[in-house]
Structures are given as C-alpha cells and as structure tokens.
C-alpha cells in the first residue's frame, strides 16, 4: 500500500539521515519500524487499568499552545499532582506528575497529543 504524509524538507532530512545511520535499508523500512513502535506505545498504555501514579512529558511551543494548555491542566486537575516547566531553546518542557485512575491519565495523554503545537509526548505509569 502507498501512502503519502506532508513533512518538513528538514524533518525529512533529518529522518533520512538517522534510519541510513543505523544502517536500514530504506526509508519505507524506518517508517514501518517507527510505525510498529508508535503503535506498541498506544498499545501499553491501552492495556494500564486502575489507579496509577506515574508522569506524561511533553515539549510545545509556548505561544501555540499555552492557554489551551492551562485549560486541559484545570480540566485533569483531579489527576495532576505537580508541574514542573523548563525551557529547552525555543520550545518549552514539561512534566505533569499524574495519580488517579488509567482511564484519565490516558484522555489526558491523548488530548495532548492533539495539539498543534505539541511535539512529542511521552508517558510513564507505576
């Protein structure tokens, strides 16, 4: 099956450079491996039931995002425990320490995901 995604030139050249590094044989190779792995870390946290404590970690441009942002934090105010912010060039980080049940921890991690101006996403639960 083909299929087509809209990508920056430098993104572009920056994936082409990596999976050509560690030696892959192609482009379509990487994309299907970073497919699998995309598709293993929705499955994990799919599968977390019950209360958990753990924190979600994500990098954004702040003038995208940040009010939004301060909705969604008061909206998950019942699972979110602690914040801390740091700044990592022109974007920002930040770590949202979460307690309470899986089924929330994971709307929250979802909603984030949505975001135009939210890079990367990443969770950990106990």
Request: glycine fraction near 6%.
């Amino acid at each position: 099956m083909r299929t087509s995604l809209a990508v920056s030139e430098a993104e572009l050249e920056r994936f082409d450079a990596t999976w050509r590094a560690e030696g892959l044989e192609s482009r379509s190779r990487a994309i299907r491996e970073a497919m699998a792995e995309y598709i293993e870390r929705h499955e994990l946290l799919e599968a977390i039931e019950g209360p958990v404590v753990g924190a979600v970690v994500f990098d954004y441009e702040h003038e995208a995002v940040i009010r939004r942002l301060h909705g969604v934090q008061h909206e998950y105010q019942d699972i979110i425990v602690s914040t801390s912010h740091a700044h990592h060039g022109e974007w920002c980080l930040e770590t949202l320490f979460v307690d309470g049940d899986a089924d929330r921890v994971r709307g929250l991690v979802y909603e984030l995901k949505d975001f135009d101006g939210v890079r990367r996403v990443r969770s950990m639960v106990l």
